[in-house]
């Protein structure tokens, strides 16, 4: 059991199982072979393209968080307007001066 030599960035193996224990930590399945230096070969991946081209990884959507809802505030009720007041009557009486005259004496 060895590693044989690196081709494309992947390792070429000289078992079978080495070449499906890096395919299976790699996000592969199966494995291909290749020879290198008369020897026979193997690496992971169904094929060169796919050993290559490495797992296909589809974007999971991130959850959104939920938002908290908020303390419902209660509506106020408007102030009710002011009622007019009627303007107090003076006090202190109506002032002097009048009319008519005092009478003169005879």
Request: aromatic content about 6%; cysteine-free.
């Given at each position: ?13 000289s078992?079978i199982?080495e070449?499906?224990a890096?395919?299976?930590?790699n996000?592969?399945?199966?494995y291909?072979e290749h020879?290198y ?13 796919a050993?290559?081209a490495?797992p ?16 419902p ?6 102030a009710?307007p002011a ?11 109506t002032?002097?001066g ?9």
């Amino acid at each position: 059991m060895a590693l044989l030599t690196i081709m494309d960035g992947i390792p070429l193996y000289s078992t079978i199982q080495e070449a499906i224990a890096w395919a299976t930590s790699n996000g592969l399945n199966g494995y291909h072979e290749h020879v290198y230096k008369e020897q026979l070969g193997y690496m992971g991946g169904t094929d060169h393209a796919a050993a290559i081209a490495g797992p296909i990884i589809v974007a999971t959507p991130v959850p959104m968080p939920t938002p908290m809802p908020t303390t419902p505030t209660t509506p106020t009720t408007p102030a009710a307007p002011a009622t007019p007041t009627t303007p107090a009557a003076p006090t202190g009486g109506t002032g002097g001066g009048g009319t008519g005259g005092g009478g003169g004496g005879y």
